[in-house]
């Protein structure tokens, strides 16, 4: 899950909250979504209900904060393009291979990442090929840093807003007004949408939980690239920051966001927000609280000097890859219970599913905290 491109210069400029953001986003896979459960369990309000009902994905249209894990970090390796955007296309084809061949291998790495991480979860990958599932959040997130990066390299500014106000409207149209082969248009329903026909005519493999449409299928992965290209002019913002003041930056992605999120729900009052179909409401909804997000991170991390405070944040976020892979491949509540196990069984029988789950994001953190000490920091 790391924004840390291979193809920039290693002494870019990097943001403090860029990796506490990244950090706080995966601080809820690790199991800090479970924490609610647990308040309600010990204190019995029903309020932490309301907050737990935001700890799981939509069912279908609609939105939860957890719907918004997965953009925000596409979101967010576009802001680590954007701090120091580059074009390549004046340099020669020498010296261009270079980059292709690292975006390349970037991209294929990620995407086989992401198929081990679907089949870890004590199954390993089938040996057979029709067995396996390709298609992954990993795999999604290389696919649009690609495509974003490709962009960035060798289109203006311009183009690349052109683009993106083309991808969001040519996938509304398609979606809504051009019937899909033996449908009807505007089905926008789990086995009628154009996602499904994609998916069932040209996604290699097995889909998630063998559903018709794939959550990280073929046809969603194009709008995806929006928040990857939103995220690239949030970064370009803030690597302005010394010229237009910090304040001013960060006043401006939050309106930014504001507007973005009512656009996007006002959207969806035609073309619905979904995350499984990742419609063009959904992008807008997202990459407005992305911005949002980044403004108030921005603020209390690099304006304020937050930094201390949000450093369990920033070293999930400096190794966020090893560690979203480590919770497919690592068995963390056991060795979280061979650690505290002795501890949480003492407590109260009240107390024990939340010091439970604070066992389990303790080890974790201990674990990232002996990298970022000293300075081992996985990236692709």
């Not at 396996?132 to 795999?139: C, E």
């Not at 001013?248 to 619905?272: E, H, M, N, R, Y």
Request: aromatic share 16%; hydrophobic share 55%; with cysteine.
């Amino acid at each position: 899950m790391t924004t840390t491109s291979t193809v920039e210069k290693p002494n870019k400029k990097r943001l403090a909250s860029l990796d506490a953001l990244r950090g706080m986003d995966m601080f809820w896979i690790l199991g800090g979504q479970s924490i609610f459960t647990a308040l309600f369990v010990l204190t019995g309000w029903t309020g932490w209900k309301v907050f737990e009902a935001h700890t799981v994905h939509s069912t279908w249209h609609g939105f939860t904060f957890y719907d918004l894990i997965f953009p925000l970090f596409i979101f967010l390796s576009g802001v680590a393009m954007g701090l120091a955007p580059k074009r390549i296309d004046h340099l020669s084809w020498i010296e261009r291979k270079v980059y292709y061949r690292k975006a390349v291998k970037r991209l294929l790495l990620l995407s086989a990442l992401g198929v081990m991480y679907n089949h870890g979860w004590g199954t390993g990958i089938p040996l057979a090929f029709d067995e396996i599932r390709y298609a992954s959040v990993l795999g999604r997130i290389a696919i649009a840093w690609f495509f974003c990066a490709m962009l960035v390299w060798h289109t203006s500014i311009r183009t690349q807003v052109f683009t993106a106000i083309g991808l969001l409207l040519g996938y509304w149209l398609l979606m809504c007004f051009i019937p899909v082969p033996g449908g009807v248009a505007g089905d926008l329903s789990a086995a009628g949408s154009w996602n499904a026909w994609f998916d069932t005519h040209f996604l290699p493999g097995i889909s998630y939980q063998n559903r018709p449409v794939d959550p990280e299928g073929i046809l969603s992965s194009f709008p995806a690239v929006i928040n990857a290209m939103i995220g690239v002019f949030a970064g370009q913002l803030i690597s302005r920051a010394q010229q237009i003041g910090e304040w001013k930056t960060a006043s401006l992605l939050f309106i930014a966001g504001v507007i973005s999120v009512c656009l996007g729900w006002l959207w969806d009052l035609q073309f619905p927000v979904n995350k499984e179909l990742w419609t063009s409401s959904f992008v807008l909804v997202t990459v407005g609280w992305s911005a949002i997000l980044l403004a108030a991170f921005y603020v209390l991390v690099d304006i304020l000097n937050g930094q201390k405070l949000a450093y369990p944040f920033v070293i999930i976020g400096a190794n966020s890859i090893i560690i979203y892979l480590a919770s497919s491949l690592v068995d963390w509540t056991y060795i979280s219970r061979s650690v505290f196990g002795g501890f949480i069984n003492a407590a109260p029988e009240l107390w024990q599913p939340l010091f439970g789950v604070i066992a389990l994001l303790l080890v974790q953190i201990l674990v990232l905290h002996w990298m970022y000490k000293r300075k081992i920091f996985v990236s692709v």
